[in-house]
């Protein structure tokens, strides 16, 4: 598209044979001017591909910025401890919200604690010279509840889980409390000898013959109360048993009396996670798949990969081109008519159709282009046989009143402009 | 490199492997493993694609609608056999076929492909990039590059007004006198002396040489030779419109294929439109119609019917497109290499989406025409571009020059007049009678102030301006 280009091709070489016999210098003009960085045309090949050098080049860059930024990940890793995920209330967790000072505080003492992670393992574990410890970290399913219910030995149980009903039976959670510094206000040896401690979470209803202590306003955020031969106690909240709190108030006090109450503890946890729930009945439909098959998955996705870079590699580049615009000519003509259209313009329709019919039909008559309308009005109806006025309305009329009005105008003016081409 | 189908087949074979494994996070490994170490020793076994070399020659030229051979041979120096797939990329519209290649080249030997181009519009297409994918012997991956290999093949303008040049010939070979005439009008340059013959006009005896010979002699005439003829392509954003029929099916859409080659190329110029029916229905046929041939396409072909018949005429012809400015200019070409010099000026231009300045290009008209000529002007009768662009500044041009404007009309504005029946068609056909009446006004100014005006359908305007050049040439006015 460069016009000099264009214009030295035509004017020095000039020969050629159009198209027939397709050789001569037009040719060699034509491909130096698009042969760009080729030498001679038609000798020079030249790969435009990547060499690995080049890759290098390119690519050190990205290289460089990938490694820092999995350099910076393995050392946070590293320097970042334990790397596992916060185990609320467990007693081999040291970070803040885990309760490993209470554990080693226990153990001190001489209690023995029991890890189980399961319900049926806690039933198993549960003596009748035990405490079972239940937190509300642990997800307990109706099942686990009935059968946590049947185990012998204290209970110990923290937070007002929504399994309450079956766990300790005549226990009611009322409500919810703030968890702040609460005095004890009641008799039970644990609580008075602990005195204040952080307390709040889940309140309760006193049951019968039990005791309520930390009251928030009047309902206990701790209720202990005896079932049978066996010591039910309920606190509201466990905050006071973590790391981060057991060094305030009396809270270490409260936790060891209540938890080191019986010489063996049986701590329930949850699973760590991604350990499947491996209990008889319990199974779901992935339990239930040999391991084999979902590695199968892990390589059909690898063959998906496989076959998408198949598919997916192109040969060579897409190769663009500037396209001409399509535009017909006749868009105008019809973008008048939808205005027309649009508003109804009957006057400017007819006046269009009138001068149309009059610039084929007046030389036809033999008038003059310069003659009068009543001159045309009596040469046409003279010619037709057309009453003088109809043709006289048809030509120069007001524009019809409707559209029906304007297609007959229309097919009137054919009908005259036939019968003048006739005759 | 690239892989095949076999690595993903493989992949999936593996997916049974490890479903039946005793242990199946290692079969996963191992599959992956083996199946990298395959793809790497296919790699390593594949031939080289760098060390290619490719040689191309063929056409250079063709015309629209016609086919182009391009041979490209490839050559292997190195060591191994290449064996995969070839793909020469040429942009969309140059039509290259086939898309892909099989390849086999043998270590230190070349073979020929031979690539077919049907291009769709003109211009020059010039070919992007040949990629090849070796193949390993396993079959599994393959290396793949590109190198690129210049060629660019022009594509001229069809010249379909060809046909309509034998007649014009008659027609010219009569005002020359090869055939008997007997009217002194028929020329106005001196030719010869030759006996009178009972019937020759009177008036045309030379009694000078009638004295000296003895016979009665009579002078003859003919047409005036070497007159000029100045052919002006507007480039502008009129002629961007299409109308008519393409001859040449466009750019994807192949489905109209055979319908407009039958019409175009082969078939007689008054073939009806077939997007003109199917598009008329309240106008509202648009997206179906086809799209037409750009009036710059039209006009070309006008050009050269004209060109050809003049130059055989004894006439000098040059050549000028503008728009803004002058696009392309052809000057002093000889007899016999007008047209091919036409049609390679031609072949690039494409019409820019530009209002057209009238006054340079009177101006460039007249810097370049000192003697007076037969300006051929190739535009659209366009009343509002006209009356602002051309009007003002045709005194300049018409007072030294002989104008002829030239203009292909819309047929399927002529079919949307026509319209009777509904409301729609009635209004469609009042706007098109609107146009009309636009471009009658126009042409009556244009003719008083000495313009020629050729306003023709497009297939009919070759032949038009041809015989208006003719009625020219005739009367003398050259």
Redesign the interface.
Known sequence: MNPAGTADTADTAGAGHAGTSPAGPVDSVGTVDTAGLAAAPGTGSTSVSPTAASLWRGGRGVLLVALIVVAAAVAGVLLGGTGGQDRRLDPDDTSLSGAGALARLLEGRGVRITRVTSAAEARAAATADSTLLVTDVFPLTAGDASRLAGAPGDLLLVGGDRRLRTLAPGLRATGEARTRSREPRCALPAAAAAGSVHLGGTTFAVPRGGTGCYPAGDAPTMVGYRDGDRTITAVGDGDFMTNLRLAEDGNAALAMNLAGARPTLVWLVPPPPGEAVTETGEQGIYDLVPPGVKWAVAQLALAVVLLALWRGRRLGPVVAERLPVVVRAAETAEGRARLYRARRARDRAAAALREGFADRVVPRLGLPSAAGPDARVSALAERTGQAAPQVASALYGPPPADDAGLVALAAYLDMLERQVRDS | M????R??LL??L???V????PR??P??AG??LL?AALVAVDLLLAGG??P??????G?????LG?T?TVDLIVENPGRRRVRG?L?D?????AGAAPR?FALDVPAGERRRLTLTLTPV?RG?R?A????V?SLGPLGIAAR?????????V?V?PP?LSRKHLPAKLTRLRELEGAHPSMVRGQGTEFDSLREYVPGDDVRSIDWRATARRSDVVVRTWRPERDRRVLIVLDTGRTS????GTAPVP?AGREDRSSAGRGAGLGGPSGVLPGGLSGGLPG?RG?AE?A??W??LDWSMDAALLLAALAARAGDRVD?MAHDR??????????RT?L???????MA????E?VEADAADMVAAVLARARRRCLVVLLT?LNAASLEEGLLPVLPQLSSRHLVLLAAAS?P??AA??AG?????L????????????DR?RITARLRRQGVEVVDAAPEQLAPALADAYLALKAAGRL
Request: glycine share 10%; net charge positive; proline share 6%.
């Open positions: 690239a892989l095949t189908g690595a993903a992949a999936l593996g997916t049974l490890v479903l039946f494994a199946p996070g079969a996963v599959v992956a199946l694609v760098r290619l070399r490719f040689t191309r020659s056409d250079r030229l063709v015309r016609e182009a797939l793909r990329a040429w942009p969309p519209s892909r519009r020059d010039e992007a990039a040949v990629t994918r793949q590059g590109s190198h690129r290999v210049p060629w660019s022009r001229l010249f961007a419109g299409r109308v466009l106008g648009g119609t799209p037409g750009p009036r050549f400015s002058v696009r392309a200019w052809v000057s002093g070409a000889g290499e047209l091919s010099s036409l049609v390679n000026a690039p231009i494409e019409a989406l659209d819309d399927q504005v949307m007049a009777r029946g509904t409301p729609e009635v209004y469609d056909a009042a706007a098109a009678e609107r146009q009309g009446a009658r």
